[in-house]
């Protein structure tokens, strides 16, 4: 069976150039993770009802990730888990842009601007990820909105600097000093000139952020620092499962655990393909 599944593979790429298979394969994976988004929001909450009849069962056909201490299904909480985690990431994510490209555009102002945006950068970068999220999430209440807070404001710094360094770049091209000697303002230069060759760089570094928004996610609420535990989110199914992984019940960790793994490199896959279409090398190949 393997091998006929490795047979139909090769013949769907077969005959495709490199961008048409770049694009097949952003479409596939975008394809399973707005279909894991729809699911989880789709599903019926009833469908996490306690079953004390049918707890801590081994996986089977019924019940594919099996079931946990209160019987409900794993499937069904890691789905659900799984399209929050998607959630939370997108709302942290598109606030991360929205800073880095406000701060990018605010170092361009002149010097005292772009040290300032320089020292904010480094000041957020000596300060562990993980441990500025708990102390933010801590600070505005705990809950989904600390958590999207919390990763929102740790995770703008390296597109920060790329969009700073894209726009030292572009103020020394030849036509941007044309457009200042015919008398164009600095909001023309910066919306005619500038923003659209930050877009796909942008673009590409908001899809890069996803995993790592994802992940930290994820992080603080194992900790307990995060989403409430009511909320059937992957950290609590993690922190939860620890304490049942030494009667031999490994499904509980394992299958939400791979699914979190699946969902990160999904991500990381798209950001490496967009990057081939969006890099002029690459992008007619």
């Known amino acids: 069976m393997s091998t006929a599944v490795v047979t ?18 952003i479409g596939l994976t975008s394809l399973l993770l707005l279909t894991i988004v729809f699911s989880s929001v789709t599903m019926n909450e009833d469908s996490l009802k306690t079953d004390f009849g049918s707890k801590n069962l081994n996986p089977s056909a019924e019940h594919p990730f099996g079931t946990d201490w209160m019987g409900r299904d ?7 888990g799984l399209g929050l985690s998607i959630l939370v990431g997108a709302f942290a994510s598109t606030i991360s842009t929205v800073l880095a490209v406000v701060l990018g555009l605010l170092s361009s102002a002149g010097k005292v601007a772009d040290s300032f945006v320089s020292w904010l950068v480094d000041l957020f970068l000596s300060i562990p990820h993980l441990l500025l999220i708990i102390l933010i999430s801590i600070g505005l209440g705990g809950g989904a909105y600390g958590v999207i807070m919390g990763v929102a404001l740790t995770h703008w710094t390296s597109l920060t ?12 091209q030849e036509y941007i000093h044309i457009s ?19 877009i796909p760089q942008i673009l590409l570094g908001t899809i890069l952020m996803f995993p790592h928004a994802i992940l930290h ?42 699914s979190l793994l699946i969902v990160v490199l999904a991500f990381d896959m798209i950001g490496d393909n967009l990057g081939k279409i969006i890099d002029p090398k690459t992008a007619h190949e």
Do not use: C, D
Request: no cysteine.
């Open 217 to 258: 996610e994820a992080s603080v609420t194992f900790l307990g620092f995060g989403l409430s535990p009511h909320e059937p989110a992957i950290g609590i199914i993690l922190s939860e499962s620890m304490k049942y992984l030494s009667a031999g019940y490994w499904w509980l960790a394992f299958f939400p655990g791979l």
């Open 74 to 80: 794993m499937f069904i909480r890691t789905v659900k």
């Open 8 to 25: 139909a593979n090769k013949g769907v790429f077969r005959g495709l150039n490199l961008r048409q298979k770049t694009l097949l394969i």
């Open 180 to 198: 200042k000697n015919l008398g164009k303002s600095k909001w023309w230069i910066a919306t005619k000139h500038i923003l659209p060759h930050l």
């Open 161 to 172: 600097r790329v969009v700073r360094a894209e726009i030292k770049q572009l103020k020394t």
